[in-house]
């Protein structure tokens, strides 16, 4: 079956310093694959997404790539701010289902 | 863009209770809507689609007796937890996309404690 894995957190940054949190992903057929992020006390808020290999999804200085070499979708924005502290949940659809299915999330935490 | 509200927020109940939860989509028509359940540090886990106006599909697993999926209309999908027990406790999430739209939108969750 399909599954997401995903750094564990906290991460814990200084503001301006560079961001990585590392998602891999296992699926049959050709997945679409997702961030979403979750501020405190407010639902999941979809980040950007990446519908095919090689393509790059990008919001708000956040980027991430789809490769299928590696079967890995890694987020990462090169200066981070306090206003970015959230769980960030990596995630995947597969081909005609979508549902989705989800990694077990990272706390940033971004201090001053 | 595309606004989902669940009601309510929080709740807490007795053992043997049943609690209803409600999803709805304020701005937009959901043909589809689904159910997560969120355990705390962990992922979330899908437990069934609603899908309006039909039963609703159930993940392998999910007791469909004790998780009650009501998709009445386009814009509401209810989630009724039967006999609630200790264990159902959990943070339970819903989300919905417009027609023919893969982004789907997340309501804010409801979190359940029974006692």
């Known amino acids: 079956g399909n599954s997401v894995t995903q750094m564990e957190g906290p991460v814990t940054l200084s503001e301006e310093a560079f961001l990585t949190i590392n998602c891999t992903y296992t699926a049959t057929g050709y997945p679409s694959l997702f961030w979403y992020v979750q501020y405190p006390g407010e639902g999941l808020q979809l980040l950007l997404k990446?519908?095919?290999?090689?393509d790059k999804g990008s919001n708000k200085g956040f980027e991430a790539t789809y490769r299928k070499e590696t079967t890995s979708f890694h987020l990462e924005k090169g200066s981070v701010q306090v206003s970015d502290s959230a769980v960030y949940f990596c995630?995947?659809?597969?081909?005609?289902?979508?549902?989705?299915?989800f990694g077990s999330g990272t706390r940033l935490q971004v201090q001053p | 863009g595309a606004v989902v509200s669940q009601h309510p927020s929080r709740v807490i109940c007795k053992s043997g209770t049943s609690v209803k939860i409600e999803c709805r989509s304020l701005d937009f028509q959901a043909t589809t809507m689904f159910w997560y359940r969120q355990f705390p540090k962990q992922s979330l886990m899908l437990m069934a689609t609603s899908n309006e106006g039909s039963k609703a599909t159930y993940e392998q697993g999910v007791e469909k007796d004790k998780f009650l999926i009501n998709h009445a209309s386009l814009t509401l999908s209810t989630l009724t937890v039967t006999s609630a027990h200790p264990e159902d406790s959990s943070f339970y999430i819903c989300?919905?996309?417009?027609?023919?739209?893969?982004?789907?939108?997340f309501g804010p969750g409801t979190r359940l404690l029974v006692l």
């Open positions: 990446a519908t095919k290999a090689d």
């Open positions: 995630a995947l659809s597969d081909t005609g289902r979508r549902a989705l299915t």
């Open positions: 989300s919905a996309s417009p027609p023919g739209g893969e982004t789907q939108y």
